[in-house]
């Protein structure tokens, strides 16, 4: 999965004294979230790339012994040989290392946490980074605000058949996805008093009128590009298999067998990690 980046390492100790060098690495997300990147080797620039320094440089994690800076300019005079591009699309550039998709996904997090809270949500004063810790302080009322993590599950459903060849998953496509080859699964966000497992009832019943039972946890994973924590849960269908699909947010919902999974293009989601699971009868039971 995206996380996934053995033998490397991610150091997100905060340390908000630690000043960039020239190897250091530098995020910067231009007006429309578009990240910068280079057109050929590394993903991001060192900070002895860029024509002159950008203003304010915020440290933001390690990645094995290479420092993680972001610019927080507006504008920044950028090397020659970068150009910025939607986030989504760097995800899927076939010369991207999965630890530097992993590194724009986590750095796209805080970028947002920073720019979101400038001013306090509670009395609308301007805001100040902590020394101690990674949190943002109103210096007025005291309202200390730390960095936004949305749960969500994903939800792999399967009816049981007669035998393990039989058994069936349900797979989905969100409105606006159904010329997407592959699928994906049940998914949706905890809401306020509600545990994971009632999430993962009331979404398939939300999403496909089906009842659920044998609700397990299978892992979890950062989705850091919209602040998500995924925790994904395998069960079992609860009677009858009758889908009634909701329309305003699935194009497409239907059982499939192990050998007709199609899975997506990459590894880096728990969605496609699960679905794999399930095509080579490997999901835990």
Known sequence: MLQDIHPHKLKNT?????????????????????????????????????????????????????????????????????????????????????????????????SSWYLNNKYCGRCGAFTRRS???????????????????????IVGLIKRGETREEDEILLTKYNGRSDV??????AGFTEIGETFEETVAREAMEETGLHVKNIRYYKSQPWGVVDDILAGFYCELDGTDKITRDEGELSVAEWVRRENVVLQPDDFSLTNEMMTLFKEGREPV
Do not use: W
């Open 131 to 153: 020394r101690t810790e990674r949190a943002i302080v109103c210096g007025k009322c005291g309202n200390i605000i730390y960095p936004r993590v949305v749960p969500a599950v």
């Open 181 to 186: 080859p592959y699928y994906a699964l049940i």
């Open 14 to 110: 905060y340390n908000p004294g630690l000043e960039a060098d020239a190897e250091s690495l530098v995020i910067h997300f231009d007006r429309e979230g578009k990240i910068l990147t280079k057109k050929e080797g590394k993903p991001f620039p060192r900070l002895s790339e860029f024509k002159s320094t950008p203003s304010t440089l915020t440290y933001l994690f390690s990645m094995d012994e290479d420092t993680v800076f972001l610019a927080e300019d507006e504008v920044v005079e950028a090397p020659d040989d970068t150009f910025y591009m939607k986030i989504r699309d760097f995800r899927k550039k076939e010369d991207i290392p999965k630890k530097s998709v992993f590194e724009a996904f986590t750095a796209k997090q805080l």
